[in-house]
C-alpha cells in the first residue's frame, strides 16, 4: 500500500496580534467594569474596523485578539485606526481605569489549520506586540518596508531586538501616530486669522503666516484616517532633503546636517497635519542627485524642501527651495543670510523663518491646487482645504462665503465621518458668524458652539488646538472658569505656543482683569514666535488691556503695531476711541474711517451684540474707555 503524506496548508499574510496593557491590574480594580469596557470597545470601535479593512479574527485571547489581514497596508490602516479611536475613547477616563491596547504587526508565511493559524510570523507579531508602548503599535522591518511608500507613514526604528523563542533578532520600527500620512490637512496663509475671528477680541491677521489656532499648528489633528492611494500622494506630503555644505570640510559638513535635522523636527512639530518622511530615510540621499518627479513616486509626496548652503566672506547663507515634485516646479524660494541670522550661533532663530516660510509656501500650493480642481473630484482633504481657502481669500470676510465654507465641511464629514479637520472648520465657523452677524440668534449659535467644541476636544483630545477651540466656545457661554481650565490644558499639551498664552490673557481682560492680562501678554511675546500674525493677536490683547485701564497711550502704541502686522477692522475702532479720548479728534476721525471701509455701518450697538462679557467689571472698563471714546469719535449707540 503507497502511502501518502500531508502537507502543511501555507498562506502569506499580515498576521496583527493586539492584547490590553495592563489587563491583569484592571481586573484585580474592577473586573465588571473592565469587562464591560473591553466588550464596548470591541462593539463600537475595533470588530468594525476589522471588518472594514478585510481582516479576520483568529482568536481571542481573554485579554486580546489575533488578527489576519490579507493586505498588510490594510493591517497597518486598521491598527492606526483603532489607537487613535482608543485615544479618543479615552478621553476623561482616569489612567488606571482606561484601556490602552498594544499592537504588533508581522507579515509572514502562516500555517493554516482549520480556523486557527500558527507559525513563525505568529510568534513574531505576538513579540511586536509586546516591545510596543500601551497605545503604540510596533511592526517588523518587512512590514515598514512594504506600506513605507505607500501611507508615508514616519517610523522610528528601535533597532534589533532579541526576543523570546525566536532565534534571530527582530528589526523592530515603532509607528509614528502623530505624524503620518493620515493626518494629511492643509493650513490657510490667514489661518491664524480664523481663529482670531471667533475670539472675543479679533486681532486677523489678514494676508500673513498665521498658522494656527492660537499659535498651535492649527491642523495637527488626526483626520484622514483613509489615506489617499498610493497615486495620489497625500495632500501637503513632503521630504525635508539633507542640505548641501559650503564646502567638503567636516565643520560645513557637521553644520549643514544640523541645520537639515532642526528643519525637519521643527516642521514635524509645528505641522503635524502634513505627512513628512522620516529623516532616517531622507538621508538615505545624502549627497546624491534626485529628479524631483522620480523621487516624489518612490517617496509617495508631493513636495521637496531642499538647500545649499554657501560662503560670504566669513558669513554663511543658507538658500531653501519648495519643488512640486509631480511638476518639477519651484513653489517658493528665498535666501537667509546675515541679516536674518548669524550662523550658526542663532540657528534657532534660522530654522524658525526658514520653517514658518516653508509653511506658508506649502499651504500656499495645495489651497492653489485644491481651488483648481473640480468640487466633484475633491476628496475630504481637498474640501477642507477648499473651505479653508474660500475664507482666507475672502477680505471682506463675508456671511456669504462663511456660508459655503461650511457647506463645505458639511460634505467632507459625509465623506469622511473622522475628518477632524472638517469638524473644527464648523466648530470655528460659527464663531465666525458670532462675530461677523449681529443679528443671529446668539443663544443658540453659542450653544452651537460650545456641543461642536466637546466633540472636536473627544476626537482630539490630545491636540493642544481643540481645547482652545473649547476655551473659546466656553468664553462665549460665559463659563469662565471651565474657559480658564480648557485653556491651561492647551498651554499643559504645548507651553511653547505663545497664543494660547494669548488666549489666556483674552479670558483675563474679558473677567475685568487686566492687569494680569498685560502680564500673560509679556509672557508670549517673550517666546519671540516668527509668525507675524501671533504677535499681532498679542499686541491687540495689549491694546485692549491698557484700554480697559485708561492707559491710552499705551493701548494706541500696541494697536499701531498689531495693525501694521495683521490689518483689521478690531485694532481700527480701538485707536479711533483712544485717539478721541485724548482729545486728538483728526486722528480718531482717520481710524473711523478705516474702521469703516472694512465694516459699513459699524455702530457699538454691533459691538455689544457680540455680548462678550457678564462680568460688572469689564462691562464698566468698556462703558467707560472703549464706548465712552467711540461715541467722541463720532459713532453711533445703534
Same mark, same amino acid.
Given at each position: 500500500?503507497?502511502?501518502?503524506?500531508?502537507?502543511?496548508?501555507?498562506?502569506?499574510?499580515?498576521?496583527?496580534?493586539?492584547?490590553?496593557?495592563?489587563?491583569?491590574?484592571?481586573?484585580?480594580?474592577?473586573?465588571?467594569?473592565?469587562?464591560?469596557?473591553?466588550?464596548?470597545?470591541?462593539?463600537?470601535?475595533?470588530?468594525?474596523?476589522?471588518?472594514?479593512?478585510?481582516?479576520?479574527?483568529?482568536?481571542?485571547?481573554?485579554?486580546?485578539?489575533?488578527?489576519?489581514?490579507?493586505?498588510?497596508?490594510?493591517?497597518?490602516?486598521?491598527?492606526?485606526?483603532?489607537?487613535?479611536?482608543?485615544?479618543?475613547?479615552?478621553?476623561?477616563?482616569?489612567?488606571?481605569?482606561?484601556?490602552?491596547?498594544?499592537?504588533?504587526?508581522?507579515?509572514?508565511?502562516?500555517?493554516?489549520?482549520?480556523d486557527d493559524i500558527f507559525g513563525d510570523g505568529v510568534n513574531v507579531a505576538a513579540r511586536l506586540e509586546a516591545l510596543a508602548d500601551p497605545g503604540g503599535v510596533c511592526v517588523s522591518r518587512v512590514v515598514r518596508d512594504q506600506v513605507l511608500d505607500k501611507l508615508?507613514?514616519?517610523?522610528?526604528?528601535?533597532?534589533?531586538?532579541?526576543?523570546?523563542?525566536?532565534?534571530?533578532?527582530?528589526?523592530?520600527?515603532?509607528?509614528?501616530?502623530?505624524?503620518?500620512?493620515?493626518?494629511?490637512?492643509?493650513?490657510?496663509?490667514?489661518?491664524?486669522?480664523?481663529?482670531?475671528?471667533?475670539?472675543?477680541?479679533?486681532?486677523?491677521?489678514?494676508?500673513?503666516?498665521?498658522?494656527?489656532?492660537?499659535?498651535?499648528?492649527?491642523?495637527?489633528?488626526?483626520?484622514?484616517?483613509?489615506?489617499?492611494?498610493?497615486?495620489?500622494?497625500?495632500?501637503?506630503?513632503?521630504?525635508?532633503?539633507?542640505?548641501?555644505?559650503?564646502?567638503?570640510?567636516?565643520?560645513?559638513?557637521?553644520?549643514?546636517?544640523?541645520?537639515?535635522?532642526?528643519?525637519?523636527?521643527?516642521?514635524?512639530?509645528?505641522?503635524?497635519?502634513?505627512?513628512?518622511?522620516?529623516?532616517?530615510?531622507?538621508?538615505?540621499?545624502?549627497?546624491?542627485?534626485?529628479?524631483?518627479?522620480?523621487?516624489?513616486?518612490?517617496?509617495?509626496?508631493?513636495?521637496?524642501?531642499?538647500?545649499?548652503?554657501?560662503?560670504?566672506?566669513?558669513?554663511?547663507?543658507?538658500?531653501?527651495?519648495?519643488?512640486?515634485?509631480?511638476?518639477?516646479?519651484?513653489?517658493?524660494?528665498?535666501?537667509?543670510?546675515?541679516?536674518?541670522?548669524?550662523?550658526?550661533?542663532?540657528?534657532?532663530?534660522?530654522?524658525?523663518?526658514?520653517?514658518?516660510?516653508?509653511?506658508?509656501?506649502?499651504?500656499?500650493a495645495e489651497q492653489r491646487r485644491v481651488l483648481a480642481q473640480p468640487l466633484a473630484e475633491l476628496s475630504a482633504t481637498d474640501l477642507t482645504f477648499r473651505a479653508d481657502a474660500l475664507q482666507e481669500n475672502d477680505p471682506k470676510e463675508s456671511l456669504s462665503t462663511?456660508?459655503?465654507?461650511?457647506k463645505l465641511y458639511a460634505r467632507a464629514l459625509r465623506l469622511d465621518p473622522n475628518a477632524t479637520q472638517a469638524l473644527m472648520g464648523q466648530a470655528l465657523a460659527i464663531g465666525s458668524e458670532l462675530v461677523l452677524d449681529p443679528h443671529a440668534d446668539h443663544d443658540?449659535?453659542?450653544?452651537?458652539?460650545?456641543?461642536?467644541?466637546?466633540?472636536?476636544?473627544?476626537?482630539?483630545?490630545?491636540?493642544?488646538?481643540?481645547?482652545?477651540?473649547?476655551?473659546?466656545?466656553?468664553?462665549?457661554?460665559?463659563?469662565?472658569?471651565?474657559?480658564?481650565?480648557?485653556?491651561?490644558?492647551?498651554?499643559?499639551?504645548?507651553?511653547?505656543? %505663545?497664543?494660547?498664552? #494669548?488666549? @489666556?490673557?483674552?479670558?483675563?481682560? &474679558?473677567? /475685568? *482683569?487686566? =492687569?494680569? !492680562?498685560?502680564?500673560?501678554?509679556?509672557?508670549?511675546?517673550?517666546?519671540?514666535?516668527?509668525?507675524?500674525?501671533?504677535? %499681532?493677536?498679542?499686541? #491687540?490683547? @495689549?491694546?485692549?488691556?491698557?484700554? &480697559?485701564? /485708561? *492707559?491710552? =497711550?499705551? !493701548?494706541?502704541?500696541?494697536?499701531?503695531?498689531?495693525?501694521?502686522?495683521?490689518?483689521?477692522?478690531?485694532?481700527?475702532?480701538?485707536?479711533?476711541?483712544?485717539?478721541?479720548?485724548?482729545?486728538?479728534? &483728526?486722528?480718531?476721525?482717520? =481710524?473711523? !474711517?478705516?474702521?469703516?471701509?472694512?465694516?459699513?455701518?459699524?455702530?457699538?450697538?454691533?459691538?455689544?451684540?457680540?455680548?462678550?462679557?457678564?462680568?460688572?467689571?469689564?462691562?464698566?472698563?468698556?462703558?467707560?474707555?472703549?464706548?465712552?471714546?467711540?461715541?467722541?469719535?463720532?459713532?453711533?449707540?445703534?
Amino acid at each position: 500500500m503507497e502511502v501518502g503524506s500531508t502537507r502543511d496548508h501555507r498562506r502569506l499574510a499580515a498576521i496583527v496580534s493586539l492584547d490590553v496593557a495592563g489587563y491583569s491590574r484592571l481586573m484585580g480594580r474592577d473586573e465588571s467594569g473592565t469587562l464591560a469596557a473591553l466588550k464596548s470597545h470591541r462593539r463600537e470601535l475595533i470588530d468594525p474596523k476589522i471588518a472594514e479593512y478585510g481582516g479576520r479574527i483568529v482568536k481571542t485571547t481573554g485579554d486580546g485578539l489575533l488578527l489576519e489581514f490579507p493586505s498588510v497596508v490594510d493591517a497597518v490602516r486598521c491598527a492606526v485606526d483603532v489607537q487613535r479611536g482608543m485615544t479618543a475613547r479615552n478621553q476623561g477616563i482616569s489612567p488606571d481605569r482606561r484601556l490602552d491596547f498594544r499592537i504588533g504587526i508581522n507579515v509572514g508565511d502562516i500555517i493554516i489549520d482549520g480556523d486557527d493559524i500558527f507559525g513563525d510570523g505568529v510568534n513574531v507579531a505576538a513579540r511586536l506586540e509586546a516591545l510596543a508602548d500601551p497605545g503604540g503599535v510596533c511592526v517588523s522591518r518587512v512590514v515598514r518596508d512594504q506600506v513605507l511608500d505607500k501611507l508615508s507613514f514616519t517610523f522610528e526604528d528601535l533597532g534589533a531586538q532579541q526576543v523570546k523563542n525566536i532565534t534571530r533578532p527582530i528589526d523592530v520600527y515603532r509607528v509614528e501616530l502623530g505624524s503620518t500620512a493620515l493626518r494629511a490637512q492643509g493650513l490657510g496663509r490667514k489661518r491664524w486669522s480664523r481663529f482670531a475671528r471667533t475670539a472675543r477680541w479679533r486681532w486677523p491677521a489678514a494676508g500673513l503666516l498665521a498658522l494656527g489656532i492660537v499659535a498651535m499648528g492649527f491642523w495637527g489633528g488626526s483626520q484622514f484616517l483613509h489615506p489617499e492611494p498610493a497615486s495620489s500622494p497625500p495632500a501637503g506630503s513632503f521630504v525635508v532633503l539633507p542640505f548641501t555644505p559650503a564646502t567638503a570640510g567636516s565643520a560645513d559638513g557637521q553644520f549643514a546636517d544640523a541645520l537639515t535635522t532642526d528643519l525637519a523636527s521643527t516642521l514635524q512639530r509645528g505641522m503635524q497635519w502634513a505627512p513628512m518622511v522620516s529623516p532616517s530615510l531622507a538621508l538615505s540621499y545624502k549627497g546624491k542627485t534626485v529628479d524631483a518627479r522620480s523621487l516624489g513616486r518612490e517617496l509617495n509626496i508631493r513636495y521637496l524642501v531642499e538647500g545649499e548652503i554657501r560662503t560670504a566672506g566669513d558669513e554663511f547663507i543658507v538658500r531653501t527651495r519648495l519643488t512640486d515634485a509631480g511638476k518639477r516646479t519651484e513653489v517658493w524660494s528665498g535666501d537667509f543670510g546675515p541679516a536674518q541670522a548669524r550662523m550658526p550661533k542663532d540657528r534657532g532663530e534660522l530654522v524658525a523663518r526658514l520653517a514658518v516660510q516653508l509653511k506658508s509656501a506649502l499651504v500656499s500650493a495645495e489651497q492653489r491646487r485644491v481651488l483648481a480642481q473640480p468640487l466633484a473630484e475633491l476628496s475630504a482633504t481637498d474640501l477642507t482645504f477648499r473651505a479653508d481657502a474660500l475664507q482666507e481669500n475672502d477680505p471682506k470676510e463675508s456671511l456669504s462665503t462663511l456660508a459655503e465654507a461650511r457647506k463645505l465641511y458639511a460634505r467632507a464629514l459625509r465623506l469622511d465621518p473622522n475628518a477632524t479637520q472638517a469638524l473644527m472648520g464648523q466648530a470655528l465657523a460659527i464663531g465666525s458668524e458670532l462675530v461677523l452677524d449681529p443679528h443671529a440668534d446668539h443663544d443658540r449659535l453659542v450653544r452651537e458652539y460650545e456641543d461642536m467644541s466637546a466633540r472636536v476636544v473627544a476626537v482630539a483630545g490630545h491636540e493642544a488646538r481643540s481645547w482652545n477651540i473649547r476655551a473659546n466656545a466656553l468664553q462665549y457661554a460665559w463659563r469662565w472658569e471651565a474657559a480658564l481650565e480648557a485653556n491651561a490644558k492647551a498651554q499643559q499639551i504645548d507651553p511653547t505656543r %505663545a497664543g494660547s498664552i #494669548g488666549q @489666556r490673557a483674552d479670558i483675563m481682560v &474679558a473677567m /475685568g *482683569r487686566p =492687569e494680569e !492680562a498685560l502680564a500673560l501678554v509679556d509672557q508670549g511675546l517673550a517666546l519671540r514666535s516668527p509668525e507675524a500674525g501671533v504677535s %499681532a493677536y498679542l499686541l #491687540g490683547h @495689549r491694546c485692549h488691556a491698557s484700554m &480697559a485701564l /485708561g *492707559r491710552y =497711550e499705551d !493701548a494706541i502704541i500696541a494697536c499701531e503695531k498689531a495693525a501694521s502686522l495683521a490689518d483689521s477692522w478690531a485694532p481700527h475702532a480701538y485707536l479711533a476711541a483712544a485717539y478721541a479720548q485724548q482729545g486728538n479728534q &483728526a486722528k480718531a476721525e482717520a =481710524e473711523k !474711517a478705516k474702521l469703516l471701509t472694512q465694516r459699513p455701518g459699524f455702530s457699538i450697538a454691533d459691538y455689544k451684540a457680540q455680548r462678550i462679557s457678564d462680568v460688572p467689571a469689564y462691562l464698566q472698563q468698556t462703558e467707560t474707555h472703549l464706548f465712552a471714546g467711540l461715541r467722541k469719535a463720532g459713532f453711533n449707540d445703534n
